[in-house]
Structure formats: structure tokens, C-alpha cells
């Protein structure tokens, strides 16, 4: 546990709270993480060029995650510190949250041309600080194994795509959700790619 004595935070731009202690739970025990990024490395899986793959995303909901990120034990990666979360190690104070306009995207239908992902070993962990608020801490894997799991729905999109004045597109799914594991090394080679079992040559 790591003390946090007199860690103030404001709440919704205003009243300004004195804290008592910051509780990071099981944070850094048994030094699982590092302060430094092992290496970076790009995932890619390569769709067939006579299949078509889409994502229905719901209006300003969010976008389709095509890939997940787990550690040897099938754990899964936050990759993303999550909208307006609170930093714990920044004595408990709020990230700037986005504009909402920023975060609406259009929903609909959208075609699946490619999957690719960057990764140099940040996620980002989760804990309590202060009186008990959620929060996430930024961490970076040690050098070791990892599984990418890539997934991708077969579809159609019909309609017209990011034209607010039409209707929405729309994904048809022509089939189940197809997905393929991939395990890599970091540091290891620079880019992994992958095709799912049904396209493999």
C-alpha cells in the first residue's frame, strides 16, 4: 500500500475536499509491472480480400474492440484509462474528461478493412484512492509472453457510410464472430501477423 496523507480533489469543478489516505490496493506487490516500455510491437491480422467484414456500432456508443490484449494467465489488459477516471497516482485527481460532441460518434454500419494495433506494453491498472474513489494507475509489462486475441465479424454494409444527412448504414453479419490467439514475445519481433484459421494458406 502506498501512503497518500492530505490528497485533496475537486468535485465536479467546485467543492475542494481534503482526503485522509490513498489505499492502491495490491498495486506494485510483488513488483508485477515497470515504469519503463519493454519494447514496442505492431499486431496486425490479415483479412482476405474476397471476404468482408463489418462492425454495427451503436450512435455515440463506442467503437468495436478488434483486439485484446492478455498476460500468461489469460488476464486481460485495460488499455484504456476509461472516460473521466481519476489518476491514483497523481494524488487522486480527475482526468479531463472530453467534450461530449468529441465523444459522438455517428453509429451505424462500418466496413472492416484492416486490424492493426501498436502496443508498447502500457495498461493500465486499477485501484481505490482517497475515500474509496476508483481509479487507474499507468503500467508498462515486464519483458515476457503475451496473447493477442484478434476477433471479426463476416458481414455486408449497406447504405451510405458517415453521411449524417442519410439514414445510417447498416451491418448485415453473414456469419458468427471468427476470432484467432496469437502469442508473442516483447521485446521480440517487430510486427506479428496473423489470419484466422478459416483463411490460412
Known sequence: ???????????????????????????????????????????????????SFCDQVPNCGPTVAHVTLEDATGRPFQLSSGL?????????????????AILCIQGGGYAVTQV??????????????????????????????YTAHFCVTPGTVSGVQGDVTAPPATCTATGPEECVDVPFELPGPP?????????AQ
Open 1 to 51: 500500500m502506498l501512503p497518500c496523507a492530505g490528497v485533496r480533489i475537486a468535485i465536479l469543478g467546485s467543492t475542494v475536499l481534503a482526503l485522509a489516505a490513498c489505499n492502491m490496493g495490491t498495486l506494485g506487490d510483488g513488483r508485477t509491472y515497470q515504469d519503463t516500455s519493454p519494447g514496442t510491437v505492431t499486431l496486425r491480422l490479415d483479412l482476405s480480400s474476397t471476404r
Open 84 to 100: 473521466c477516471s481519476f489518476d491514483c497516482s497523481n494524488q487522486c485527481q480527475p482526468h479531463v474528461c472530453p467534450p461530449v
Open 116 to 145: 492493426q494495433q501498436t502496443w508498447d506494453g502500457m495498461y493500465y491498472e486499477p485501484g481505490t484512492c482517497g475515500l474509496g474513489t476508483s481509479c487507474v494507475s499507468k503500467r508498462f509489462v515486464p519483458p515476457g509472453r
Open 191 to 199: 510486427v506479428v501477423e496473423a489470419t484466422l484459421p478459416d483463411t
